[in-house]
């Protein structure tokens, strides 16, 4: 069984830096791409950034130059360093993972972390 498992998250104030990491684990052949998403009370889930198997990444526009995501290959993990952030980043942060998985016929999946809340204070 696969599972993502996010840590990190807390309370900040207004320009701190947080960093979020994400591990995954169980029968994991190779990972697609990672990501992070969140969710602020009453908005829709939106993209934060996302890392793909070719080391590309991309960021939302309200997050380039101030949020940087990294893999760590050897633990199959995902970070988010969050620096300058600002009260309206303020939301759950989720991790996210295509994986291709599997110990016989392999399969590509997507997988859900259970949501790490940050919080930033004005």
């Known amino acids: 069984q696969v599972q993502l498992v996010e840590s990190g998250g807390g309370l900040v104030q207004n320009g701190g830096s947080l960093r979020l990491s994400c591990a995954a684990s169980g029968s994991i052949v190779s990972i697609n791409s990672m990501a992070w998403y969140r969710q602020a009370p009453g908005k829709q889930r939106e993209l934060v950034a996302i890392i793909r198997s070719g080391g590309i990444s991309q960021y939302a526009d309200s997050v380039e130059g101030r949020f940087t995501i990294s893999r760590d290959g050897a633990k199959n993990a995902v970070n988010l360093q969050m620096n300058s952030l600002k009260p309206e980043d303020t939301a759950v942060y989720y991790c996210?993972?295509?994986?291709?998985?599997?110990?016989?016929?392999?399969?590509?999946?997507?997988?859900w972390g259970q949501g790490t809340q940050v919080t930033v204070s004005s």
């Open positions: 996210a993972a295509s994986l291709l998985i599997g110990t016989g016929l392999y399969e590509l999946r997507d997988y």
